[in-house]
Structures are given as structure tokens and as C-alpha cells.
């Protein structure tokens, strides 16, 4: 016998818990399969896996009933940001106009995330499985067999189980995946000088380095993302040559690095899959799309995703729903957002790459001459903030009042 359900979502990461969370509050009879983990909120130091999130993002989690929820005195936020290259003399500092209130994004824990969507979860009528789901029910597009052989079926399932889908698997989608070769090495660092709320970006011919201020005015973390050899190399190394190592590599914008916290590091590759909907089945986040952290901008994506799939498919209804016709506009328009930001990331990664003398002129040109034009900054601060593009109404800046005024700030202080 199976369960049924308006809507099912397989993965609680957050692409899954924001799926299940706004199509409850939407009145969809919403069944969420997951392995039971941690849905407390973060104690402590800050941990090493953080997010940017973009503006955009944030209003899309509010329409989740999650925004509210996150602890701001644990995320940091950023009012500019500054990207500069080391192969040429390039520098490019950008902040919004005076027209934009609020900061540019927020460095958010991700179990601060998912806290917050646990509690907005937990006022809503969502049936959770505790189970992972193995794979399609032959013959069928939106039922599910679980590991322990039950089985669930939906009007529309939801496959938010990540870069190593299994529902994208059993639907057969062709999944193009490209490894760069590269590890980003993430760690929290304080620094003798304040962040002053800038997010920092230097690009090394081995691969960009982030600096994102946390919440404490003098503590960053930090993505380092370079090639395997330097990556294993700076895994090895002890936290007094890492640190030194790290404040060279970042030209001591900061003053020095006092202190480094244990390191993690993460594979790197961009990935796409060749469709997004397969019958009733549709992907989201990482089972769609993987891309380069460098634009700190995979998740934005992912939630991005979410939102236009609830716009598209509208309320739940009687009858024929969803409607195949909207399940093709979902994919036109999410394969199209996340080309257009697979090749900015891709670009901007091979571009800085790049060691010639005549690309490294162009480079610093480049940017000098952005830094001159007032449009060109003004274009890629709202791109970085995810205000541009063609997104989903909960999503815009105008939308967004009904639902969440501005979402407050972080404290960006020294205890
Ligand atoms: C170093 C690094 C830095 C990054 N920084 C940023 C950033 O600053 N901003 C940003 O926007 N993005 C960033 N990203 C990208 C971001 O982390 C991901 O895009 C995002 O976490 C993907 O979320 P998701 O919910 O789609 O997938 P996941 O987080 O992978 O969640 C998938 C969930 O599905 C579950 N699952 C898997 N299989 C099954 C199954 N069979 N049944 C049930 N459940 C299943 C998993 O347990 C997991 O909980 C970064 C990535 C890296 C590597």
C-alpha cells in the first residue's frame, strides 16, 4: 500500500526543507523523506560549513516562515565587497547605491539554516518519513520505494537529495559532471585588523580565496579554493605555517592571522543535469546543478529553484495538477539561471586562471575600467546580491515587503 501525497520531497538538506515548508504554506498535503538528523539550532564556536546568502535568498526563506528564525547574532553580514586580482594590478570595491536598505548578503551557518527551517516546519502539517528513498517505483515518475521497501507516491516529487541523486539516477537523467581538480580548504580565522563588514575575494593563478566576515568584527571564513597539490599540501600543514601561509596568499589584507580553527576541505566540480523534469519528477538544488563556490552563489541557485517551481505549478488543485505545460516552464527557466551562472563561475575561473602576460593586462584593465563605470559596478553588485535576473516573485525586492520588512541585520561585533 502506498501513502499519498500533493507533494513529496525526498532530502532535507536546505533546498528540501524550504520545499517542504512553502508548499505546506501553501496547502499542499506535503510528505518530506529524510534520514532523522540534528535539527538544533548551532552552540558554540562558529562552525566551518557557512553560506552566503544573498538577499533574494533571504525572502525566499522568509515566504519559507524560516528567515525569522535564524540566530543574526550568529551570522555575519556584508554591506560591499572587494575582489582583486594577483596576477595584475586589478582591484574592483563595489557596495549598493544609497537607493538599497539592508546588507548586500549574510555569512549563515548552515545548521543555523536548517535550524530555522525545522522550527517554521514544525507549525506546519508536514508528514516526515524517516527513512531514505532508494529508488523510483518501476513504471512509475512520482512514487518512491523507501530502504525499508515501503513505498509513498506524490502528484509531484521533489528530488532535493543532492549532488549524488538517487531519483535522478532511477529517472535515468544524464548528469555532466566536470571535477576541476581543485579543493576548496574552508576554516574560521581571526585577524588582527576588523573586517568591517567586506566580503573579500583574491584571485591566485591557483584558484580564488575568500575572506566572509562572520559576526565578530575581527573573525572571517575563509574558502580557499586551489589545485590538489597546494590543496593537500595546506591540509598538512600545521595551524602557525597555515596561517602564515594563508596571510601571504591573502597579501595581509587583514593584518595578521592570530588564529585558525580546525580545517575541512571539499571536492570541487561543476555539474549539470541534461533535464529537470521527468514526468512528475522534478530536480532542485545540487541534484540540478553544481557549480564553483567561488561566487558563493550554489545554494542561492537551489532556493531560486525552489520558488520558481512553487510559482509555476501555483496552488494545488483538483484534477490535472500539476500541469505538464508548467513543469516545462520550470525547466526552461531554471536550466537557463543556471547556465548563465555556470559560465560566469566557469569563466571567472579560468579566466584568472590564467598566467599570460597579455590576459593578465586585459584582467587589470578590466577591472579598472569596471571600478570607472558607475552601471558596470552598480550591474554586478546586484547580480552578487541576486536582485538581477529573471526571478521568481517571492523573490524580488518589491514582493518581499508583504511578507518580511528588511531582514534584520547581523551584529558584525567583538563579544
Ligand atoms: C566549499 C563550498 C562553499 C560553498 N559556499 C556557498 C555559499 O557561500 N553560498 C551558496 O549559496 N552556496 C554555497 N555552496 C553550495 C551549497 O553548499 C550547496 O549548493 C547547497 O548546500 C545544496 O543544497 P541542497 O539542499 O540542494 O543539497 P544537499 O545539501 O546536498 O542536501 C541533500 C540532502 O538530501 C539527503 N539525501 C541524499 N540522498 C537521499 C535519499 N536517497 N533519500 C533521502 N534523502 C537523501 C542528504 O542527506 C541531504 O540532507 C558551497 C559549496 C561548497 C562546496
Not at 524550504?18 to 510528505?31: E, H, I, M, P, Y
Not at 527551517?117 to 513504471?139: C, D
Not at 576541476?180 to 585588523?193: D, H, K, M, W
Not at 575563509?222 to 602557525?240: G, H, K, P
Amino acid at each position: 500500500m502506498s501513502e499519498h501525497f500533493d507533494v513529496l520531497v525526498a532530502g532535507a538538506g536546505i533546498t528540501g526543507l524550504t520545499s517542504a515548508a512553502l508548499f505546506a504554506r501553501a496547502g499542499a498535503r506535503v510528505g518530506l523523506v529524510a534520514a532523522l538528523s540534528d535539527s538544533e539550532p548551532p552552540q558554540g564556536d562558529i562552525a566551518l560549513r557557512t553560506l552566503a546568502i544573498t538577499p533574494a535568498s533571504a525572502r525566499v526563506l522568509a515566504a519559507a516562515g524560516a528567515w525569522q528564525h535564524v540566530d543574526m547574532a550568529r551570522a555575519g553580514t556584508f554591506t560591499a565587497m572587494e575582489v582583486w586580482d594577483a596576477g595584475s594590478a586589478g582591484r574592483l570595491a563595489f557596495a549598493p547605491d544609497a537607493l538599497h536598505s539592508g546588507p548586500m548578503g549574510w555569512i549563515v551557518e548552515y545548521q543555523n539554516l536548517v535550524a530555522a527551517l525545522h522550527r517554521a516546519l514544525a507549525r506546519l502539517p508536514v508528514t516526515r518519513i524517516a527513512h531514505q528513498v532508494h529508488t523510483l517505483e518501476r513504471g512509475a515518475d512520482a512514487a518512491v520505494v523507501l530502504d525499508d521497501g515501503g513505498r509513498l507516491d506524490g502528484r509531484l516529487l521533489i528530488a532535493a537529495d543532492g549532488a549524488d541523486s538517487r531519483l535522478r539516477t532511477a529517472a535515468g537523467i544524464t548528469w555532466e559532471h566536470h571535477a576541476y581538480g581543485q579543493r576548496a580548504i574552508v576554516a574560521n580565522v581571526v585577524t588582527r585588523e576588523a573586517h568591517g563588514a567586506v566580503a573579500r575575494q583574491r584571485f591566485l593563478p591557483s584558484g580564488p580565496l575568500a575572506f566572509l566576515p562572520l559576526a565578530d568584527a575581527h573573525a572571517c571564513s575563509i574558502v580557499w579554493s586551489c589545485n590538489d597539490e597546494l590543496a593537500t599540501a595546506l591540509e598538512q600543514m600545521d595551524d602557525t605555517a597555515f596561517a602564515a601561509a594563508l596571510g601571504e596568499a591573502f597579501e595581509h589584507r587583514l593584518g595578521t592571522i592570530e588564529t585558525v580553527s580546525p580545517r575541512a576541505a571539499f571536492p570541487l566540480a561543476r555539474a549539470h543535469a541534461e533535464r529537470l523534469v521527468a514526468g512528475r519528477l522534478v530536480l532542485v538544488g545540487d541534484s540540478a546543478h553544481l557549480v564553483h563556490p567561488l561566487a558563493g552563489q550554489g545554494l542561492n541557485l537551489g532556493l531560486l529553484d525552489v520558488a520558481a517551481l512553487a510559482e509555476c505549478v501555483g496552488e494545488v488543485t483538483p484534477g490535472r495538477w500539476p500541469h505538464p505545460a508548467a513543469l516545462r516552464r520550470y525547466e526552461r527557466w531554471r536550466k537557463s539561471e543556471a547556465l548563465a551562472m555556470t559560465l560566469v563561475t566557469d569563466g571567472l575561473e579560468r579566466l584568472f586562471a590564467r598566467e599570460e602576460r597579455p590576459l593578465r593586462w586585459l584582467r587589470g584593465a578590466g577591472l579598472a575600467l569596471t571600478a570607472r563605470l558607475p552601471a558596470a559596478a552598480t550591474w554586478l553588485c546586484e547580480r552578487a546580491m541576486g536582485e538581477r535576473g529573471d526571478l521568481p516573485r517571492i523573490a524580488r525586492r518589491d514582493a518581499a515587503a508583504a511578507l518580511v520588512s528588511d531582514p534584520p541585520l547581523g551584529q558584525n561585533s567583538r563579544p
